[in-house]
């Protein structure tokens, strides 16, 4: 009998869970992923603000262009990156000097999908586009 009210317990337990996580996730869509990070306690976008469209670099046209975060995690092999090379001082890049983080005029026309501001890439990183600006 006691294994029974033992089973019936847990099930009534994990009945209860199920039942409360189908009531939050309609949550997920409404509340922006960064709302919900920060109301963890996990700093968003690596803390410098949750405002910059960052540029995923898994986004199907960064990934067409190669576009990397950090430009030192180029592969040199596969690309022909000179070690002078950053979107801070590439042609397309519209960010002002000394900006982290800034607009380029291939991704800019996009809008990132949760922050609903267009994407900007990082003046550190580098994509196969890129092109020297004019001194
Ligand atoms: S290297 Fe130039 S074209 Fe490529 S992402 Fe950076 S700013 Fe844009």
């Not at 994990?14 to 309609?26: E, H, Q, S």
């Not at 380029?104 to 994509?127: D, L, T």
């Amino acid at each position: 009998m006691a294994a029974r009210e033992t089973k019936s317990t847990e099930r009534r337990k994990f009945l209860n869970t199920a039942l409360k996580g189908i009531a939050v996730a309609p949550l997920g869509f409404i509340l922006p992923v960064t709302d919900v990070l920060a109301a963890k306690g996990v700093p968003s976008n690596d803390g410098i603000s949750s405002e910059i469209a960052k540029l995923p670099e898994n986004d199907r046209q960064a990934k067409a262009l190669s576009y990397k975060e950090d430009a030192t995690m180029v592969d040199t092999a596969q690309f022909n990156r000179k070690e002078n090379q950053f979107c801070s001082n590439c042609q397309l890049f519209s960010g002002s000097p000394g900006d982290i983080w800034g607009p380029c005029a291939i991704f800019s026309y996009r809008a990132h999908p949760s922050i609903k501001k267009p994407f900007e890439v990082s003046a550190n990183g580098w994509c196969k586009s890129w092109g020297p600006r004019a001194a």
